[in-house]
């Protein structure tokens, strides 16, 4: 983390903010910083002190923690992952900075409170995670109202949008801009080729890389690993800062955890480096979620070649083919999720080509420059 002031130049300055900590969300900020900078902005990150080590990690970027109160306010801000504080930075600024723009990506927007309490009702969600989602809807009011552009994930998202959330906000421009990354794949300098990755030895695993809750499918997920516990060529790995020792107490899982088919990192945050290391080990990835708008998910396990298995549901059916992964109807059973992933390992490295080809063209931030370029532009 970096305590001097951001200099006055000459280019316009755009800050990514992230007032509340989520170590998945890291990589897409510095993906956005990539692309505030490739447009001529003098860009830095704003966040809470916990991303130190993933700053620590990338001494290439301006990172700043929110109590470096030196930070001059920006032409851009840019809000990442939607915090209670946020009004206090927003309005700080504004006070700095009259012409300010904010733009906030907003992941999964209000559905209407009728989608809300049938996905509580049908149990597709915990009580839990449908009362931070009501929560979420209360305190992004105020943030929606001093923002001119939210950018959507996906078109079922921006969709969405639009019928629930744009007549509360009629100020405000909503677009639809994918969740971008930089190339952590480490791919050889200008190779553009989808054959970066493609069914390296390693890749093993049919894996869980998510958080563990219910709208994730993870209560599935373990279902399925059980029905594959007798299969002693089917290698599992879960990696979570969910706290799942509850949840893996049952004596086949335990089995499966002591003969090493069952791999388990869970109940703190992950590095980077360990969550690119388990989507480098994936022949798999499980995305079969309940409800999606878009996940990160989805765009790193194909930055990574490893093929999905998803819903028929939300955002998914925008970006998972039938060359990239497996789409499989909401209620489908275990039996059903087999079929996929023997169709997946059947067609390692055909699928695993074609999902690292998906990621240049839809993810990769480069491949969105022109259409960042349009946005900045109003």
């Known amino acids: 983390m970096q305590d001097e002031k951001i200099e006055i130049s000459a280019s316009p300055n755009a800050l990514i903010m992230s007032a509340k900590f989520a170590p998945g969300h890291f990589s897409h ?25 993933f700053a620590d990690d990338a001494p290439e ?24 504080t946020d009004m206090k930075y927003i309005r700080r600024f ?21 989608a809300w309490a049938a996905h509580l009702l049908r149990g597709r969600e915990s009580l839990t995670e449908s009362v931070k989602a009501l929560g979420r809807y209360v305190f992004v009011q105020p943030v929606m109202r001093r923002t001119e552009t939210v950018l959507l994930p996906s078109e079922e998202a921006l969709s969405c949008y639009r019928v629930h959330c744009a ?7 909503a677009r639809m801009f994918p969740l971008v990354f930089t190339d952590e794949a480490q791919a050889p300098p200008n190779n553009e080729s989808a054959e970066m990755r493609v069914a390296p030895p390693e890749r093993k695993y049919f894996s869980f890389i998510a958080t563990a809750i219910r709208n994730h499918g993870f209560d599935l997920f373990l279902d399925y690993v059980r029905y594959k516990a ?13 706290d799942i020792r509850r949840a893996l107490r049952d004596d086949v899982l335990q089995t499966l955890i002591r003969e090493k088919r069952l791999l388990v990192c869970q109940g703190r945050p992950l590095s980077n480096a360990e969550i690119n ?10 995305l079969f979620y309940r409800r999606s708008f878009q996940s990160g998910v989805l765009c790193k396990a194909m930055m990574f070649g490893a093929p999905v298995i998803a819903s028929d549901t939300g955002s998914f059916r925008e970006f ?42 839809r993810f990769d931030y480069r491949a969105q420059l022109d259409a960042f370029q349009e946005i900045i532009r109003g």
């Not at 007798?230 to 969910?242: G, K, M, Q, V």
């Not at 480098?280 to 499980?286: G, L």
């Not at 083919?321 to 909401?330: F, R």
Request: glycine share 4%; charged share 20%; net charge positive.
């Open 230 to 242: 007798a299969d002693p060529d089917a290698l599992f790995r879960i990696d979570t800062r969910s």
């Open 277 to 286: 290391a388990a989507y480098a080990s994936s022949a798999c990835v499980w």
């Open 167 to 173: 007549g509360f906000h009629p100020q405000t421009r």
């Open 94 to 114: 504004r006070r700095e900075n009259p012409s300010m723009r904010v733009w906030f990506v907003y992941h999964e927007p209000w559905a209407g409170f009728r």
């Open 320 to 361: 998972v083919t039938d060359n990239n992964g497996v789409l499989l109807p909401v209620g489908a059973g275990n039996a059903d999720i087999d079929r996929a992933y023997q169709t997946i390992k059947a067609r390692q490295r055909e699928m695993s080509g074609a999902a690292r080809e998906t990621w240049l063209r």
């Open 61 to 84: 970027y301006r990172c700043f923690t929110l109590n470096a109160s030196e930070v001059r306010a920006p032409d851009i801000l840019l809000i990442y992952n939607l915090s209670m």
């Open 29 to 53: 900020m510095l993906a956005f910083y990539r692309l505030f900078e490739a447009s001529g902005f003098h860009a830095a990150l704003y966040v809470r002190d916990a991303y130190q080590s």
